[in-house]
């Protein structure tokens, strides 16, 4: 199931080495993004109940047409400034792999789709704080929509030393969360849990961490953060949800490539 998330990332390099031989290069940026990180959503497992400590990648190519990037997707702009930017694309909405987590046990896979993708960031004080949001809306499952919102607070420590913190939430669609965290009756009967039917649309997780930016080299910083993400109280109404609260943690290069 999860070739697929694979195959992505390299289409977004194949694209990016088509882009980099057509647009002029004054105008491109490309950057890698690599490491490990803790989280419920993995490139390697899909989406997860236990988080996992997994390798984690985005390339990121930009000109001032378009973009595509394994976390955005493949797309073009709405909007293009220094400051401010908003993007239209086709991007991956993950699947979940039984084996992955062992809350999985009886609940069978749920297959990853692509997925219509709006997102934007603004920067009110450029690098000291962005605020961000994204939204995904199934291309083959009727409104199984999610949705992120969060804010990026950096402040300087010292000479090539940042602190940040980040702050974010996210959302899901009633089909979102019947297709992730729900439990049918033939779920319940194979998995041992009791059936679960969400009513509507509501919150997923809340998520802070804090961590620090150095400074490797001019064209290299180094990521370490460490935090807690937290399931909301209708998300725990979920069978499967044992724990509210779980750590989640950063550690990655963040490279810049010159194109000129």
Known sequence: MFKKEIIFA??????ISVAHADESKDAAKLEATYGFSRSNQSLINGVLINYKTDPTLNLAYENTR????????????????????????????????????????????VSGTAMA???????????????????????????AALGQWGMTLGLPLADKLNVFLDHSRSWGSRQYLQKYYGVTMSQ??????????????????????????????KDVDVIIGYGKSTASGALMNSPMLQKQSQPISTFVLNQRFNLN
């Not at 004080?125 to 009727?142: E, F, P, V």
């Open 10 to 15: 390299f289409v977004c390099c194949a694209v």
């Open 188 to 217: 319940s009967i194979s998995s041992g849990y009791r059936e679960f039917m969400p009513s509507g649309s509501g919150a997923l997780y809340q998520n802070t961490q804090i961590g620090l930016v150095i400074e490797a080299r």
């Open 117 to 143: 993708y709006l997102w934007g960031e603004w920067q009110p004080i450029k690098d000291a704080i962005t605020i961000y949001a994204n939204y995904g809306n199934s291309l083959s499952d009727a409104d």
């Open 66 to 109: 378009w973009f595509a990037s394994i976390q955005n997707g493949l797309g073009a702009w709405l909007v293009h400034h220094d400051q401010l930017k908003s993007g239209l694309s086709i991007n991956y909405m993950m699947g979940r792999n039984e084996s992955a987590d062992k809350r999985y046990a009886g609940m069978g896979n």
